[in-house]
Each structure stands twice: as C-alpha cells, then as structure tokens.
C-alpha cells in the first residue's frame, strides 16, 4: 500500500511517512491530549520506525466533531479506520488513558480480525485488572476540572489561566474524563506478545503494583520501567522514555530487518 492511499484520514493526520520504516508505531494520549504530543518523536526514533500518532475527535483537526464518550464506541471506530494501517508490523503505546484505549483496540482486532500487535507499550497507567476506584470528574464544573488539571501537572499554567484556549481545551478533556468513566474491564486471554509499562516514581496517580498488575496481560515477556517525575514523565523524561522504547524494539526491528533481507 503507498503512502497515498493512506492520506486524507482525520484519525491519522501527523503519521510521519518513512520509505524505509518496517515498523508502524500508533500512540494514543492521555485524557484530553491531541496527536501532536508525539509530534517530537520521530526526530529521535530510527527510520525503521514510522510513527503514527491517533488523533480522537473533539481535538485538534478535529476540534468540531463530537467527542466519543462510550468506551465501545470509540474502540469501534478506531478498529475500523486502522484497518488500511496495518499493512506492517505494528506496535501500540498509549499513556494514561491512552493505553487502556491502545489495549482494548489490540484486544479487539485479535478477535474480529485475527491480526495483533508485535509489541505493547502501556505508560502512566494502572492496569485494567487492577483498576478498583475511579474518580468521578466528568461532572464537575469548569472551575473544578481546571483544579484538577493543576494538581495533575500535565497543563501548563499558562494554558490553565488562558480563558478562551480552556473554553476550547474542556469540552475534550471533559468527554475524556467520561470516557475513562464507561470502561469496564472483562478478564480475556492473555496477548503472547511483549508487554512493556512505563510509570513515573513520583506518580501519585498510580501506584507500583498496579503497573506490575500489566505483567497478566501478556504470556510473553514483560518489562517494567519507573522513570523520574509524575504522571506526566513522558514530557519531563521523552529522550530517556523513547531510548528505552527503542531498546525494547531494537530486537524486533533486528528480526524484521533479517526477514526482508532473507
């Protein structure tokens, strides 16, 4: 498939197009986060690696749409229009919300299209057996959810104080908050591929064992990583998370590499 039967998708709009890529790397935001959090990232993955940020409605170029604020839903949707993406290999990350999103999608194309993931990257997020409590957010004023925001430290306070960019900014992180709401886990057969979870030490959001709890998700191997900061280390630590992102990759991209020269 070329790179121009894939163009012009609203779900796909930063994939960063690389001749040589062997590998399709899609990430996922956390609640309220667009595709350009990952807009840096290609500059220090190898060209192996094509990374293809999801970009949900409600935000960015997609500022207009309606928000999806049913987990079923939006795991449809999503299923549906990566379909024409998986033409390679392919690996998820996904933080926060972002990777329950990313596991649930894995999960879906395993059964209704056969076809999985070589790798999953899960960040920032506790794993979904392990998940007992949720906070109710969705619901609670502006003045409120700006409170939260702040104490979460993943907004800059510059935005947070910024009144017309937080009108346009709530309304997605306000669906998301709903969103993480509906999600109900059911227990499935564990994925046989490598499961990596990355969390940040100083996260007061997610605690050890619930980033240990990803490790009954897969049967293959299973790494785990704390990295320095809060909830919100991809930001604070991207060089030192996407250098160990690559060294967990590194043996698959060598397997795909050997493949095609055989």
Known sequence: MSRYDLDFSAWFPTLSYRSKSTLRLFCLPYAGGSATLFRTWTKYLPQEIEVCPIQLPGRGGRILEPSIKQFPSLINEISKAIIPYLD??????????????????????????????????????AAPCSI????????????????????????????????????????????????????????????????????GAEDREVDLHQLESWNQETSGPFALYRLPGDHFFLHSEEQRLLKLILQRLNPLLAELLNANQS
């Open 132 to 199: 007992t409590q949720k906070k109710t957010l969705s619901t609670l004023s502006d003045e409120e959810i700006i409170h939260e925001l702040r104490q979460l430290n993943g907004t800059p306070n510059e935005l947070l104080a910024n009144k017309e960019l937080m009108t346009l900014s709530l309304p997605s992180v306000r669906a998301d908050f709903a969103l993480y709401e509906s999600y109900n886990h059911c227990v499935r057969k564990p994925f046989q591929c490598p499961v990596t979870v990355f969390g």
């Open 88 to 125: 390679r290999c392919f690996v998820f990350f996904g933080h926060s919300l972002g990777s329950l999103i990313a596991f649930e999608v894995a999960h879906q194309l395993r059964y209704e299209h056969v076809m999985q993931p070589a790798h999953l990257i899960f960040s920032g997020c």
